[in-house]
């Protein structure tokens, strides 16, 4: 721990400069436990379930702020608002216990297809293999080969963004997705559409609509793409559970706040079935050729995930500089799949003790297997089971004095804190290369589970080699990713 102490402090005095975020890291690093506070955790949970999106004037479709008071945008940077699922779409759940449930089985459903998905790629099956699908189109599921992309709970993912389609642009909600590449919206007219909180977008009104041809490099991205009699180019994304959209790839514009982007590749589904609730479409910013990102030719983007039962926003942005007290990390690629972002962890601690953990339980082999991913939309952080046995052991072991509570779900450590407003954990922190050092805020692994105080470790183990940063760990953190420089980097308490 002394150690560690000194290792930042080091670091604090190397880079003295613009130093505003380092004292507080400074302090907080060294200290064995973090404060926990219940009594508010609990507030949130009871107000989310009576949340009502429609009452709130902020959501309106006329709420495409441009963010011009974010402290890191450059006036070369785009940037737009991201708000929690919560706030756009009312919990149809009776009480917090329920609404965590259905969290985590969606959950559950994303990872199992984020590790279908590297399987895969890593395996080289054919996706034929994989699904026969009846699309209920004209054509048969022989005619179409599209990308098998991250689960069903993209499509009824955390948090969302308000993007315009099309010219002039027509408003929908977006799920953000950095576990898939293929841009796509509920388009007219439906073969087979969802209920959707904004119109379903139609592209005759549009007049920048323009479908891809077969030969073009767009289409060709698309795995193993087929065409519909050799001349316009159609998009299958299909999810493990049997959800999925079909229907033609065109270009369109996008516009993001006051941003507009001219010929982005997107699909424009005509058949969407599947778990998607609330958002039109998906926005991808996975490291594939058709993501938005890599159309958009960014250099970097960022997010910041507000807490999750919370209603207010904040922001997506692309092609802003990290501000100077970022904490990086290597950003690694998987040369067998180019979607997922990787990250170069190097340890875990609690309390301040480094955990014995060997470095490769976090390393990508040569196959492309292992490895952890930074994804903005699995929300628990899932660890290879040896790794999380230790991890959680470690956290037991400092929180013995709470009372503790049965498993719920995948959590398997639990507290009853209903007699307490805040109690004080382990702090966990991780750990990156050149001795740089995250610590998660307390409320980042201790979540309640329920409104009475049932409140639960949130990690969780996974029998894939593939460990993933999820969501719940990120709340409250601007997450960015530097592309051309293969960084990744975090800044806490910044949304
Ligand atoms: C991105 O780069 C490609 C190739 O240089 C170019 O055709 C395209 O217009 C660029 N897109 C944007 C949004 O700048
Ligand atoms: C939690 O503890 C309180 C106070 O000891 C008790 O009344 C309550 O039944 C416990 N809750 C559960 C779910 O065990």
């Known amino acids: 721990m002394g150690f560690l ?8 005095f190397f880079f003295t400069a613009p130093f505003v975020g380092c004292s507080r890291s400074l302090l907080q690093t060294p200290q064995p436990t973090t404060a926990l506070d219940v009594a508010e955790a609990l507030v949130k949970t009871k107000n989310v379930i009576s949340f009502d999106p429609t009452k709130k004037p902020a959501f309106t479709p006329l709420d495409q702020s441009f963010s011009a008071s974010s ?36 959950d559950s459903a994303r990872v199992s297809s984020l590790v279908t998905r590297l399987n895969l790629a890593v395996n080289g099956i054919s996706r034929s293999d994989l699904k026969p699908l009846d699309t209920g189109l004209e054509f048969g599921a022989e005619d179409l080969e599209g990308p098998i992309v991250s689960g069903s709970s993209q499509g009824s993912g955390e948090y969302f963004s308000r993007v315009g389609i099309g010219k002039p642009p027509s ?19 439906c073969a087979d559409c969802y209920q959707q909180s904004d119109p379903i977008f139609e592209p005759s009104l549009s007049s920048s609509y323009s479908p891809l ?9 698309l795995d193993d793409s087929e065409c519909r009699n050799d001349r316009t180019c159609v998009y299958e994304v299909s999810y493990g559970d049997g959800s999925y959209t079909v229907g033609d790839f065109v270009t369109e514009t996008i516009t993001l706040g006051s941003d507009s982007v001219n010929n982005v590749a997107i699909g424009c589904g005509h058949n969407n079935e599947g778990l998607f609730v609330g958002a039109g479409g998906l926005l991808g910013l996975g490291g594939g050729p058709l993501s938005f990102t890599s159309q958009l030719n960014a250099s970097s983007f960022s997010y910041c995930l507000v807490d999750r039962d919370s209603d207010s926003a904040s922001t997506l942005e692309f092609d ?11 950003l690694i690629r998987n040369h067998q799949l180019d979607t997922f972002y990787y990250i170069g962890l190097t340890g875990i601690s609690v309390g301040g003790e480094l955990l014995p953990i060997p470095e490769s339980a976090f390393q990508m082999d040569e196959s492309g297997n292992g490895g952890i991913i930074v994804d903005s939309g699995t929300a628990v952080t899932r660890l290879q089971s040896d790794t999380y046995n230790v991890l ?42 050149e001795g740089k050092v995250l610590p998660l805020p307390a409320k980042n692994y201790m979540i309640p589970v329920d409104s009475v105080g049932t409140f639960c470790f949130a990690f969780a183990p996974t029998s894939s080699s593939l460990s993933i940063i999820g969501n719940v ?23």
């Open 473 to 495: 760990q990120q709340q409250g953190t601007r997450v960015g990713f530097d592309l051309g420089n293969s960084r990744v980097g975090f800044v806490p308490n910044k949304c």
């Open 171 to 189: 408003q929908v909600y977006m799920v953000l997705d950095t576990g898939s590449d293929v841009n796509w919206v509920q388009c007219a007219p």
């Open 320 to 330: 802003s500089s990290f501000p100077p007290n970022t904490i990086t990390a290597p």
């Open 392 to 433: 959680r052991d470690a956290f037991a072991k400092g929180t013995k004095n709470l009372p503790s509570a049965d498993s719920v779900a995948l959590f398997d450590t639990c507290y009853n804190l209903s007699t307490k407003s805040s109690v004080d954990v382990p702090t966990l922190s991780l750990h990156f290369p």
């Open 5 to 12: 102490f000194a290792l930042l402090f080091a670091g604090c």
């Open 213 to 221: 041809k077969c030969d073009t490099q767009q289409c060709k991205y």
């Open 71 to 106: 402290p890191s945008s450059s006036p070369s940077s785009i940037s737009l608002q991201i708000h929690p699922r919560v706030s756009i779409h009312k919990s149809s759940h009776l009480d917090y216990k329920a609404l965590t449930l259905s969290r985590l089985q969606r």
